[in-house]
């Protein structure tokens, strides 16, 4: 089980941290196995993605039901940003409603001092 918890109301310098890594990485602070790790775990994703539509495909080679035109290709497209504007939306409205303020974590790492434990101890 992953240790979630709200670390951060300034998402904008995180974004600005990130995107510092992605113009300047620092190669020698990655390790060595958790890019093997990554990679194999891709190469999984892709072999498996390629032999399951190898396999679907075989059977619906002729059929021109499975053919997707470019208009029903944009059409799909479309309808799937406006559901995930819509579910960003509701998503949006029920944090304001449930009074969250921040729901960006983090997965490891010194946790943050909220304000009860701050009382307590």
Do not use: K
Request: charged share 15%.
């Amino acid at each position: 089980m992953a240790n979630l918890q709200v670390t951060t109301l300034h998402p904008f310098a995180d974004l600005a941290r990130l995107l510092g890594g992605l113009i300047r990485p620092d190669c020698p602070a990655v390790e060595g196995w958790s890019v093997v790790t990554t990679v194999a775990f891709a190469m999984l994703g892709v072999g498996l993605g390629a032999g399951t539509g190898l396999l679907l495909a075989i059977p619906f080679a002729r059929s021109r039901a499975v053919r997707l035109r470019l208009d029903v290709a944009v059409v799909l497209i479309a309808a799937t940003a406006l559901m995930t504007v819509a579910v960003d939306a509701f998503s949006r409205a029920l944090r304001r409603s449930l009074r969250i303020d921040a729901l960006l974590t983090r997965l490891s790492g010194p946790q943050p001092i909220t304000g009860a434990e701050a009382a307590d101890g």
